[in-house]
């Protein structure tokens, strides 16, 4: 199981807001101190500013910030909006054509379990818990 770039990208913009609470930050200064594009990061600034995570200031001296404070961000709610609605394997889609097997396969139940179980961890937790040691994840974060 593997979760997408723009779910690891969006986590990755929600932490480093939630370590630069009192500033705002900017696209390219994220992509930096990761080391990733920021073209792909555009994107998820755009679906995290579309969704109200954050906020975006724009003009000069502009960039973006957190919406709500860390210990309201429920990574699950995150991940289930970045990941978005397709299935998880093809059968379980609403094709029922797509598996031969789909009326008497158990591994569809499986999986959607193993899911749920996944984002039933997820929802435990918030970003504030991401961030909970700020000084070590900011000090990797700062470009030489």
Known sequence: MKLTTFSDYTL????FL???????????EIAAAYDISENHLMKVVHQ????????????K???????????????GAIVR????SAPIVECLSDDAA????????????????????????LDEYTLADLVRSPRG???????A
Do not use: Q
């Open 137 to 143: 994840l900011k000090a990797l974060l700062v470009r």
């Open 12 to 15: 990755r913009v929600l932490m």
């Open 98 to 121: 797509i598996c031969r097997i789909a009326p008497v396969c158990r591994l569809t139940a499986v999986l959607s379990r193993a899911f749920e179980a996944l984002y039933a961890t």
């Open 61 to 75: 001296g502009g960039g973006i910030r957190l919406a709500h404070a860390p210990e309201a961000i429920r990574l």
């Open 48 to 59: 995290l500013a579309r969704s109200g995570v954050i906020e975006s200031v724009r003009g």
């Open 18 to 28: 939630a370590l630069n609470r009192d500033r705002l930050a900017t696209i390219p």
């Open 81 to 84: 909006a970045s990941e978005g």
